[in-house]
């Protein structure tokens, strides 16, 4: 089912489409960052595609190679029981893409998480606020090249006192 | 009949009256909660040592029960509610996570409730036993009793400076 729709995307957008390979079940893309909007929105209304469920949307950092980012777009369609993980592979020092969450609502929130914690930039959102740290927060967390114990306190007691 | 007499400083037996009634506002976060929940069912009844009341508003607790993970985050919140508290007050840590932030080594876990609010007793475990948290409650009420509690030392010290000038 899921090879389906790999052949009919390698098919349509040809060059865009980097390569396509299935993981453990799932039928992977990894597709032009410039062209993800498209390719999104068809297989949002073709009807033979028809993915109507944004499952998640996360973030990769293989810190070392280039490009750095691999941000994934999980898709899911109740209606032909069939998913497709888009993947977008973006460089260290401009990691931008165009935001999803117009055309499916539910990534909102999960690009503000992916934001948040490894600083990619999603053009278009609209309302791209951390969504778990606090705004005083600095840098990405999730980033590798985070130090594992670094802490950012928002207060401290006074020690000298007690 | 004789005269049957007993003395006593006020301040003993205020402290002989707090450390039976102690009024405890949960600060529940994590998985810990469950374990407060057994603690304050009537299995282990936690009411033989006059702390059965959990009070939901600060401004009515003396013993605040830091239970469970806090984060970076919640530190501002949780120094405001131990400051609404009504002195004297006492903080117990209830589990690792409270103690000294248990197995979490990362961005934004805080490293134990006392690096915010003074902590007068930690239980540790992940969970703790609820004999442990019971154990604690002893200690605590031991402390009151000698008013060595933060808060009294505190206000103890205050006075003393303000006799000297
Ligand atoms: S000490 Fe263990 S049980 Fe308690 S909050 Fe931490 S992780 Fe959860």
Sequence with gaps: ?162 | MGLELTTTRIEDAANWARKFSFFSYPFVTACCGMEYMSVTSPKYDIARFGAEFPRFSPRQSDLMMVVGTITERQGPVLKRIYDQMAEPKWALAFGVCASTGGFYQNYSTMPGADQVIPIDVYVPGCPPRPEQVLDAIILLQNRVQEARGHSQVRDKRAKLAAESG
């Design chain 1, 1 to 162: 089912m899921s090879e389906q729709v790999l052949a009919t995307l390698e098919k349509k957008f040809g060059e865009a489409i980097a390569s396509t390979h299935i993981e453990l079940g799932d039928a992977c893309a990894v597709v032009d960052p410039q062209k993800l909007l498209e390719i999104a929105t068809f297989l949002r209304d073709d009807p033979a595609m028809a993915f109507d469920v944004p499952v998640f949307c996360t973030c990769n950092d293989r810190l070392g190679e280039e490009p750095r980012f691999e941000v994934f777009y999980a898709l899911l369609s109740l209606e032909h029981k069939h998913r497709i993980r888009l993947i977008c592979r973006l460089p260290e020092d401009k990691p931008e893409i165009q935001s999803l969450s117009g055309l499916w609502k539910g990534f909102g929130w999960l690009e503000r998480e992916t934001y948040d914690m490894y600083g990619i930039h999603f053009e278009g959102h609209g309302d791209l606020r951390r969504l778990y740290m606090y705004d005083e927060f600095e840098g990405y967390p999730l980033r590798k090249d985070y130090p594992k114990d670094k802490r950012q306190p928002l207060v401290r007691r006074d020690f000298s006192s007690t």
